[in-house]
């Protein structure tokens, strides 16, 4: 399988969905891999696919705040992104892979460049099965097979899989900023739950995101695809237009 790495700038959560997706798109076109490394114009409260919003979250709060809203292509709860580094990775199905074959294998690739930073990382084993999608912070606790740092959630990540190709993306947090999620809920408080694992603190410094993107790309060439070159935006510009609207959409952001 060839694999292609793309460092992206700075785009709308709209923006970063809808490539996320055409990736997608482009995976089964194309049968390549696409590892790619992004962040966000502006502090984005994201939710997961099926999450219910609506009618849970202080609109005027998140709009005094700054924040932009979108809705995620994959599962799971709530996130805030805007101190952290987010990886997606886009594949073809491979007929002898399952879901959690893939997700432990994207894992392997996390868990290199997390090593590979000086950062002594390890995959969950949570006694306890996942929280369902309500309004709980995808950082409040680990799940079991998610990547933790001294026993805290260091990075969150979902997958989708739909029609012959796969997506999984996730947050890597640089500063616990995920707490500012309660400010904008409409949910009564909840027990204060640990800090998350960050970047930050396993470092001692803040890390640029060039750099986790380089570890990132490293941990590719070194255990996937030695050949493996860079893909720009412009390369996906197509691929992303296919889906920029939905993204956009208070349908689709609102839907539940």
């Known amino acids: 399988m060839k694999w292609r790495l793309m460092l992206v700038p700075p785009r709308s ?24 490394v992004y962040s966000w114009t502006r502090p984005t409260l994201s939710f997961g696919r099926n999450q219910t ?6 609109l005027d709060a998140i709009t ?8 995620r292509p994959t599962g799971g709860r709530a996130l805030l992104h805007d101190h952290e580094v987010t990886y997606s990775v886009t594949a073809p199905i491979s007929a002898d892979e399952s879901l959690n074959e893939s997700y432990e294998r994207i894992n392997g690739l996390l868990l290199e460049a997390l090593f590979s930073l000086g950062i002594q990382a390890r995959v969950a084993a949570a006694a306890s099965p996942a929280l369902p999608p309500g309004e709980i912070p995808c950082f409040a606790e680990p799940s079991k097979g998610e990547l933790i740092n001294e026993g805290r959630k260091l990075v969150g990540s979902a997958q989708v899989r739909e029609q012959g190709a796969l997506l999984q993306h996730g947050s890597i947090l640089v500063e616990d900023d995920q707490p500012l999620i309660a400010q904008v809920s409409l949910a009564p408080p909840a027990a204060d739950a640990a800090p998350a694992a960050t970047l930050s603190a396993a470092l001692g410094r803040v890390p640029e995101v ?3 993107a380089e570890a990132l790309f490293a941990a590719v060439i ?17 691929f992303t237009a296919r889906h920029i609207d939905k993204y956009r959409s208070e349908w689709w952001t609102w839907r539940r």
């Open 210 to 212: 060039a750099e986790v």
């Open 53 to 58: 919003a609506s009618g849970k979250y202080d």
């Open 64 to 71: 005094s705040r700054g924040m932009d809203v979108v809705r």
């Open 13 to 36: 959560g709209a923006e970063n969905m809808a490539r996320d997706t055409g990736l997608m798109d482009r995976a089964r076109d194309t049968g390549e891999s696409v590892l790619s």
């Open 222 to 238: 070194w255990s996937e695809d030695a050949g493996a070159r860079r893909l720009h935006e412009s390369d996906v510009a197509e």
